[in-house]
């Protein structure tokens, strides 16, 4: 069904169409939009599905259909209302019986998300100031109910980070409300804005809001505990261990579209949060016990394992890489990452190299040519008296020499032996 007939028949039913959400606020700011979400509005369940009878219901507390519009399956729902009853983003009771679009938009968390678009004549529908927001790049509650959902909070920062709007100091203090509930929502939705955020150009933003909210610490308490963890000024004059982590992710998102090396950015330095008062500003051994940290986080929100496996790589190898000088080191490191593609591709692990340290030593900068030197001497090469693991210790000295051999003309000034 193409939309225009899809418009004119709930028109005919006599209903109105609109389109409401993130695409319309994304066709006003000028960007391509995607995923409209339909609001029908004047029709009750049982005429739409008289009229309409090709559409799937899906929605279970509320009338939400599924429709081909345009060659596209789209999500058409019914205007609504919701009165806070329990606890959480299943605690309210919903009204949908002449329900108009200004009560529907009134529902939603921000102005920005609070716009819809008449599908019949193309006018825009914008009660709450969101047109205005946008062109000052700022997101502000639509009403004092946006607490009522805490993931709200999240979705917030979140958009904040996509759009690099800033906030307004009531949906500080709307966030703020929201951190009583908020430890009890579902790891599943804490980690889906999580994904979502770690795709943003400068997710830093999202970080530090959640930090300004008072709900970093409840949320993602391993990052909290980098704060106030000093570090040598020397090497690091942004300050403590969460300014570094958060300009870190910043510089490896920009270069990305890939979420698992942001994600192994943000974690890299995990183990600092957990360094004694008395051992600062140095942090001996956050290596090991970012392992341990990055366990109990997986425990908590059950990470995907590729995120799990690249982030204890870059963990355990983000101080020694760029400081490793014996061959024989070198050769295990450039195999390893080699094994480990599946999970960081070498670019990405050099990637966070890069943004941790400001330079790569040659064996991470000409990877992919010293590794087809070490590839090319394999197993089948071994004198024939050589088995089992001596194979494998005579493998490891010839490619040792050979990388030996590969330094010797690529050192550029540095160091090795």
């Given at each position: 069904m193409?939309?225009?007939?899809?418009?004119?028949?709930?028109?005919?039913?006599?209903?109105?169409?609109?389109?409401?959400?993130?695409?319309?606020?994304?066709?006003?700011?000028?960007?391509?939009?995607?995923?409209?979400?339909?609001?029908?509005?004047?029709?009750?369940?049982?005429?739409?599905?008289?009229?309409?009878?090709?559409?799937?219901?899906?929605?279970?507390s509320f009338p939400v259909f599924l429709m081909e519009i345009d060659g596209v399956k789209c999500e058409v729902a019914f205007a609504r209302k919701e009165h806070k009853a329990g606890k959480g983003y299943k605690g309210f009771d919903v009204?949908?019986?002449?329900?108009?679009?200004?009560?529907?938009?009134?529902?939603?968390?921000t102005t920005?998300?609070?716009?819809?678009?008449?599908?019949?004549t193309g006018n825009i529908i914008d009660p709450y100031?969101?047109?205005?927001?946008?062109?000052?790049?700022?997101?502000?509650?639509?009403?004092?109910?946006?607490?009522?959902?805490?993931?709200?909070?999240?979705?917030?920062?979140?958009?904040?980070?996509?759009?690099?709007?800033?906030?307004?100091?009531?949906?500080?203090?709307?966030?703020?409300?929201?951190?009583?509930?908020?430890?009890?929502?579902?790891?599943?939705?804490?980690?889906s804005e999580l994904k979502k955020v770690l795709e943003t150009k400068k997710p830093s933003i999202f970080f530090q809001l959640l930090r300004k909210a008072g709900l970093l610490e409840?949320?993602?308490?391993?990052?909290?505990?980098?704060?106030?963890?000093?570090?040598?000024?020397?090497?690091?004059?942004?300050?403590?261990?969460?300014?570094?982590?958060?300009?870190?992710?910043?510089?490896?998102a920009d270069g990305t579209t890939n979420v698992v090396p942001v994600f192994a950015g943000l974690v890299h330095d995990i183990g600092k949060g957990t360094t004694p008062m008395d051992m600062l500003p140095h942090?001996?051994?956050?290596?090991?016990?970012?392992?341990?940290?990055?366990?109990?986080?997986?425990?908590?929100m059950r990470l995907p394992k590729v995120w799990v496996q690249a982030a204890k790589m870059v963990i355990s190898h983000h101080m020694r890489a760029p400081l490793m000088r014996k061959p024989g080191k070198i050769t295990e490191l450039v195999l390893f990452l080699h094994d480990m593609e599946k999970y960081l591709a070498p670019k990405d692990f050099c990637r966070i190299i890069m943004a941790d340290h400001g330079s790569l030593p040659v064996y991470l900068e000409k990877y992919d040519d010293l590794l087809q030197k070490l590839l090319r001497i394999n197993g089948t090469m071994a004198p024939a008296e050589k088995k089992g693991t001596e194979i494998g210790e005579?493998?490891?000295?010839?490619?040792?020499?050979?990388?030996?051999?590969?330094?010797?003309?690529?050192?550029?000034?540095?160091?090795f032996c």
């Open positions: 193409l939309e225009k007939d899809f418009a004119q028949q709930v028109i005919d039913a006599g209903g109105r169409l609109y389109i409401v959400g993130g695409w319309v606020r994304d066709r006003l700011m000028g960007k391509v939009p995607h995923d409209k979400d339909f609001v029908v509005v004047g029709l009750s369940k049982e005429k739409f599905v008289t009229v309409f009878t090709d559409a799937k219901l899906i929605g279970k009204e949908y019986c002449d329900i108009s679009i200004e009560e529907d938009l009134f529902r939603r968390d920005v998300n609070s716009i819809a678009m008449d599908v019949a100031g969101g047109q205005q927001d946008i062109k000052a790049m700022l997101l502000r509650p639509v009403s004092e109910h946006f607490g009522e959902d805490p993931v709200r909070a999240l979705r917030a920062a979140r958009q904040a980070a996509q759009m690099d709007f800033s906030v307004s100091e009531d949906l500080l203090a709307a966030m703020r409300q929201c951190r009583e509930e908020i430890v009890d929502e579902p790891a599943e939705r804490v980690f409840v949320l993602f308490p391993e990052i909290n505990a980098l704060i106030g963890k000093t570090q040598p000024v020397d090497f690091h004059p942004e300050g403590d261990a969460y300014n570094h982590t958060m300009e870190i992710i910043d510089r490896i942090h001996y051994d956050h290596e090991k016990r970012g392992l341990e940290v990055m366990d109990r986080w997986n425990k908590r005579w493998l490891l000295q010839k490619r040792t020499a050979a990388c030996v051999a590969w330094l010797a003309n690529n050192s550029n000034g540095e160091n």
